[in-house]
T-cell receptor, first 108, second 113 residues
Framework: AQRVTQPEKLLSVFKGAPVELKCNYS??????LFWYVQYSRQRLQLLLR??SRESIKGFTADLNKGETSFHLKKPFAQEEDSAMYYC??????????FGTGTQLKVEL | NAGVTQTPKFQVLKTGQSMTLQCAQD?????MSWYRQDPGMGLRLIHY???????DQGEVPNGYNVSRSTTEDFPLRLLSAAPSQTSVYFC????????????FGPGTRLTVL
């Protein structure tokens, strides 16, 4: 079975501070990992995926197979980063499993 | 393009009633799926489809039925609503599979009394 764990329900940081949203996964094969984001009053949307190795809106995420983690990081938080963030995993098949989400609040 | 559309936006049902949540996409996507979002539980996959005529169960399929007669539409049916089905329901579509970027609908907020 595949499982995604996001240990923090709420993460509050000050503007300009570094951000790290934690994501750990359980999957026996080679996973594909994603971060989705839901801004207030907007639809859930893809932020980034590990295979593309991109930096989107200043966010990066590195897949660490040894620690089975895919933490989302940004060096300097902005007010517009406040949103709900979901980590998600698929085993290359059709079932996409989401974590429980972390609400990021960036305070001025 | 309208993207993924869902109707209705809000619905209140009594226990035992049945209803259908509608989902449509105009992007010619093969893969469509339904999730429910509950506080503290994230999004859980109910059913998904990899193309017209093909559906399969997700993590929490009990109490729900789906069909996929066309590429565009993927309705979700509640056979006999229960209070435990009170939730926000999201439909999503993608090009071919769960590995592709998912495009989500705006959601349907369902309350079962």
């Amino acid at each position: 079975a595949q499982r995604v764990t996001q240990p923090e329900k709420l993460l509050s940081v000050f503007k300009g501070a570094p951000v790290e949203l934690k994501c750990n996964y359980s999957y026996s094969g080679s996973p594909e990992l994603f971060w989705y984001v839901q801004y207030s009053r907007q639809r859930l949307q893809l932020l980034l995926r590990h295979i593309s190795r991109e930096s989107i809106k200043g966010f990066t995420a590195d897949l660490n197979k040894g620690e089975t983690s895919f933490h989302l990081k940004k060096p300097f938080a902005q007010e517009e980063d406040s949103a709900m963030y979901y980590c998600a995993l698929t085993g290359g098949g059709n079932k996409l499993t989401f974590g429980t989400g972390t609400q990021l609040k960036v305070e001025l | 393009n309208a993207g993924v559309t869902q109707t209705p936006k809000f619905q209140v049902l009594k226990t035992g009633q049945s209803m259908t949540l509608q989902c449509a996409q105009d992007m010619n996507h093969e893969y469509m799926s339904w999730y429910r979002q509950d506080p503290g539980m994230g999004l859980r996959l109910i059913h998904y489809s990899v193309g017209a005529g093909i559906t399969d169960q997700g993590e929490v399929p009990n109490g729900y039925n789906v069909s996929r007669s066309t590429t565009e539409d993927f309705p979700l049916r509640l056979l006999s609503a229960a209070p435990s089905q009170t939730s926000v329901y999201f439909c999503a579509s993608s090009r071919t599979s769960g590995s592709d970027e998912q495009f989500f609908g705006p959601g349907t907020r369902l309350t079962v009394l």
